[in-house]
């Protein structure tokens, strides 16, 4: 224990005396294209040693430096959690976050946000012109309902060119209920004349066994994702380990709180990346409902919170499914009609 305490307090020796160097060194104030350009070497006091340890633990960029907590850091890039705190806090002031920021700015900020077409007019006008990036959304509804038909269809379109309403990105796929079919992929893909093989290249899929393994695979995708533009993060479905693994009421508290850190993961992987975060959710029934859809999401109030978007899906007659949007942050609620076809989403 007095050795470990010892690495520590050289750790935050030697972070302390760079961090006095570099600041003694350093003449002129950032602009927004050198903060663009800026690599965590650039931060006072990191030396080589230390951003090889947090290159290591998949930390590329000062955003995804500075939105983690000290202890969170510390454990892993194998850091003292003093000198965590010290390289976040740099992280921060560089990176410019964690102040206040006037509308204008924040609405130039806003313009780096993409729209993601899920190829069907009606969704995307619902939508107000497709799926956001930086932004967590939810799609429950009964089974059968086309959660996952959603899900294949947007991993398909991420990879198409942005001016054709894609992302051209790469998608990571975590499946709870072992229902991603590559079969359905290239269906899609044929139906949108893409190359089905190209898709499926840029498309990386993980099956989750448990809750600990779901949250593993989130923390996962940072280190999976150098040399890859991470573009989409699909989750399907997010409930259904926590459902199996948490029972009861006595339960209910440990298994929001472990909910709402796997949320607060996933959007920061939205946020750092630039990309969607798209969640299926399943649903129950309200016994005591005595009028109106007693149909609920699963989750409460932690998962309402935390989606950006909220979609509610239905069947409907003739083969046709509803989408209602339920809630959004500047959107009103409204439904739209649509089908699901052989090739794909269709109006």
Not at 270 to 295: R, Y
Request: hydrophobic share 40%; proline share 3%.
């Amino acid at each position: 224990m007095a050795a470990k305490r010892g690495k520590i307090d050289v750790e935050l020796a030697e972070f302390e005396e760079k961090e006095q160097e570099a600041l003694a060194g350093q003449a002129v104030i950032m602009t927004e294209e050198m903060l663009a350009e800026a690599t965590i070497e650039d931060l006072p006091g990191v030396g080589p040693a230390t951003a090889e340890k947090l290159r290591e633990a998949g930390f590329e960029e000062l955003l995804a430096v500075a939105v983690m907590s000290p202890s969170d850091l510390a454990d892993q890039a194998e850091l003292g959690e003093a000198v965590a705190s010290k390289i976040i806090n740099a992280a921060k002031k560089m990176a410019n976050i964690g102040g206040f920021l006037s509308g204008s700015a924040l609405l130039d900020r806003r313009r780096e946000v993409m729209k993601l077409t899920s190829k069907v007019i009606s969704i995307d006008e619902l939508l107000g012109g497709g799926f956001e990036t930086q932004a967590l959304v939810e799609v429950y509804g009964e089974f059968g309902s086309g959660k996952t038909q959603i899900g294949h269809q947007l991993a398909v379109n991420c990879t198409m060119p942005v001016e054709e309403g894609g992302l051209d990105g790469d998608v990571f796929y975590i499946d709870t209920e072992d229902t991603f079919r590559p079969e359905r992929i290239t269906q899609m893909a044929r139906g949108h004349g893409l190359d089905p093989e190209k898709v499926l290249e840029r498309i990386h899929v993980a099956r989750a066994y448990n809750t600990a393994h779901q949250m593993l695979l989130a923390e996962e995708i940072k280190r999976m994702s150098k040399g890859l533009k991470v573009k989409m993060i699909i989750v399907d479905s997010l409930t259904s380990h926590f459902r199996a693994e948490y029972i009861g009421r006595g339960m209910l508290a440990n298994r929001q709180q472990k909910l709402n850190r796997h949320l607060k993961d996933l959007k920061q992987l939205a946020d750092i990346n630039n990309a969607l975060v798209l969640v299926t959710n399943q649903v129950h029934s309200k016994p005591d409902a005595m009028w109106g859809d007693p149909t609920k999401p699963v989750g409460g109030h932690v998962l309402a919170h935390a989606s950006t978007f909220r979609l509610y899906l239905r069947k409907a007659k003739g083969g046709r499914r509803i989408a209602r949007l339920v809630d959004s942050p500047n959107l009103p609620d409204g439904e739209c009609v649509y089908q699901v076809t052989e090739e794909g989403l269709r109006d």
